[in-house]
């Protein structure tokens, strides 16, 4: 996640000094250029040094404070009003909600937001911005800051939720668990109203044991492992108990077994 956050920030930084040749560097080409050239290289370092970022950051998660104040007072050379790095500022957020608690994160916002205000009121006053035209996007950008916090603090928590969920169901491939269980249990449960009743069909007992020990979530290897047989067998049971019964898969295979007749099916 961190390397995400630091290849946004190095892409926001190539597109700000990108955005200031094209607007043609204003009236201070060469402090502009000068200001691109160490964002960007200020950015990259950070993407190159990463790991020792990273321990950094694991063990001194409030550093992305001084962090935020040191991206605003570097765009600063540039001015606070209408410049291109500006944007720049806000990818200390990224870092803030990968490496610290939210306590911290709205700290950052909150440093960002009354620093950025200062700065632009001691260029100028709230008259002057408003007859030059910057006044809403002054107000635009002090609203980003809040703004972003809470949408990559929703992206991270999607992220780590997807990542706690998806722990078992891996685990359960890797131990030979199928990874539609969950489905199969559903398919089963609802058989009775989806499906109409089996046919009265003459499965040996061995076939009848495998579409039960499929019905209870089992794969093929599991259950040639628990009874000490090849895994061919047990195929070979399946693909006759299939034809028996005309079921087209293993879900609607298992799914017979929740008929009430299941017993009377296989006399």
Do not use: N
């Amino acid at each position: 996640m961190l390397t995400v956050a630091l290849v946004l920030s190095l892409w926001v930084a190539v597109g700000s000094l990108v955005q200031a040749i094209a607007d043609g560097l204003g009236t201070e080409p060469g402090r502009r250029l000068a200001v691109g050239i160490v964002v960007v290289a200020v950015t990259a370092g950070a993407v190159l040094a990463r790991r020792a970022l990273a321990s950094l950051l694991a063990r001194r998660p409030w550093i992305v404070l001084p962090v935020a104040a040191g991206q605003l007072l570097v765009i600063s050379a540039d001015g606070l009003i209408g410049g291109p790095f500006v944007a720049w500022s806000l990818t200390s957020l990224g870092l803030a909600v990968v490496a610290a608690r939210p306590r911290t994160v709205w700290l950052c916002v909150m440093l960002l937001v009354v620093t950025y205000a200062v700065g632009v009121l001691l260029s100028r006053s709230p008259g002057e911005l408003a007859d030059g035209g910057d006044l809403a996007g002054i107000v635009g950008a002090l609203v980003a800051y809040p703004v972003a916090a809470l949408l990559l603090m929703a992206l991270r928590g999607r992220y780590l939720r997807f990542v706690a969920d998806s722990a078992p169901m891996i685990e359960e491939i890797r131990s030979g668990t199928p990874g539609l269980t969950p489905a199969l249990e559903d398919a089963v449960q609802r058989t009775t109203k989806r499906l109409p009743s089996p046919p009265r069909v003459r499965l040996t007992p061995t076939e009848q044991r495998v579409v039960e020990g499929l019905a209870t979530g089992q794969a093929a290897k599991q259950l040639a492992h628990a009874w000490d047989v090849s895994i061919s067998t047990i195929r070979t049971h399946i693909r006759h108990a299939k034809r028996k019964t005309g079921a087209r898969t293993l879900r609607e295979l298992a799914a017979l077994t929740a008929d009430p007749r299941w017993p009377e099916v296989c006399p």
